[in-house]
């Protein structure tokens, strides 16, 4: 299978990826852009920023990699990519950027320096200066529906994220092994990646606490925009959508996405608190059956075909507190949205970390 690989060296996620890339196809073609500009990671709220920052270091080490940032990123990477893309052997200049940017700190912002690097690689350092080959190359990728690095595009489609290669390359889902260990999963029915983890969670961990929060109360406590999904770009938005099915194919689970978007959840919290054999009868209804959960007719009902007391319907005022300390809990303990797994004092975000997760536990 053939792949194009956009990357830029200012992007840590795409120097992982970078080293991985090529044995996942069989023929790689390297595209230098320039990183689209988007949301800078210090206008995050810091509780976010303090799960990427660990998200990171975990996902190198993953890979046998020691990350060591340079105290000023993200430093400007304009000229070493005019170098990298003015190169005969376009993955050899990548490779030794990526090395001076994230091991030897090479103030690569600064144009004497690209110069230099260029002679060393037999490049023209007059490339330094033009900016239309980056430019155009840059605007073709944006043209092509790229918003972000690493992104790979391969016949299947486009993939972004280190942790996405696989996908891209339609490997099959691994087994966890024997499920292991204690989790708390802090969840919330409205959101599709909580509904994915809640399928995946028991094949990884052999004791699950599951704590049922309000997704919202929470973004709101936090400063995190309320549905972050309409804060992004469409093409951002138009992949994630993708990204949600090619998971959802990737896991061998059914999903729906709702047309209730945002989804009301108050109601269905709580009923979970007092019959947590509701949960994933709620999920289901929710992410594959497209049934609104905050309606309570369809809590009964969804609760009567998993044969459960619909009744508990009429006391799910007697679980407000407890949803309510479930949220204030998760935003003291430094969740920053769903799914959160916490297990030995650490706090793993996403339903693309349950490897990461396994190897925890």
């Not at 959101?191 to 919202?216: H, N």
Request: hydrophobic share 45%; net charge negative; aromatic share 10%.
């Amino acid at each position: 299978m053939k792949a194009d690989f956009y990357f830029d060296i200012v992007c840590p996620y795409a120097y992982m990826a970078s080293l991985r890339v090529d044995s996942c196809f069989d023929e790689v073609s390297w595209k230098p852009i320039l990183l689209i500009p988007g949301r800078s990671m210090t206008d995050w709220p810091e509780v976010r920023q303090r799960r990427i920052e660990e998200d990171l270091i975990r996902e190198a080490r993953r890979h046998g990699l020691e990350l060591s940032k340079p105290p000023d990123h993200p430093r400007r990477s304009v000229y070493a990519m005019r170098v990298v893309l003015a190169a005969a052997d376009v993955r050899g200049a990548a490779a030794r950027f990526f090395r001076a940017y994230w091991q030897e700190h090479l103030r690569v912002q600064d144009k004497e320096v690209c110069r230099q690097l260029a002679s060393e690689l037999g490049v023209d350092p007059a490339c330094v200066d033009d900016d239309h080959p980056l430019k155009a190359a840059t605007a073709a990728a944006t043209e092509r529906g790229v918003f972000g690095v690493p992104t790979v595009v391969t016949e299947r489609g486009m993939f972004w994220g280190a942790d996405r290669l696989h996908l891209a390359a339609g490997k099959a889902a691994e087994g966890f092994g024997v499920p292991s260990g204690r989790v708390r999963f802090f969840h919330d029915f409205a959101s599709p990646f909580s509904y994915l983890a809640s399928t995946q969670i028991a094949s990884v961990a052999a004791d699950v606490e599951w704590v049922p929060i309000l997704l919202g109360a929470l973004f709101k406590g936090i400063g995190t925009p309320m549905v972050p999904l309409h804060a992004f770009a469409k093409a951002k938005q138009d992949y994630l959508l993708k990204d949600l099915q090619d998971w959802s194919e990737h896991w061998g689970v059914p999903l729906n996405f709702s047309s209730r978007f945002p989804v009301r959840t108050v109601l269905a919290l709580r009923v979970s608190i007092l019959e947590p054999r509701a949960i994933h009868p709620l999920y289901r209804a929710t992410w594959v059956e497209d049934r609104d959960i905050g309606e309570p007719d369809v809590v009964r009902e969804v609760l009567r075909e998993a044969g459960l007391d619909s009744d508990v319907v009429d006391r799910q005022r007697e679980a407000r507190d407890v949803l309510f300390q479930n949220t204030q809990e998760a935003q003291r303990r430094g969740v920053c949205g769903v799914p959160t797994y916490e297990t030995s004092g650490a706090l793993i975000w996403g339903q693309d970390r349950l490897w990461t997760l396994k190897e925890f536990l």
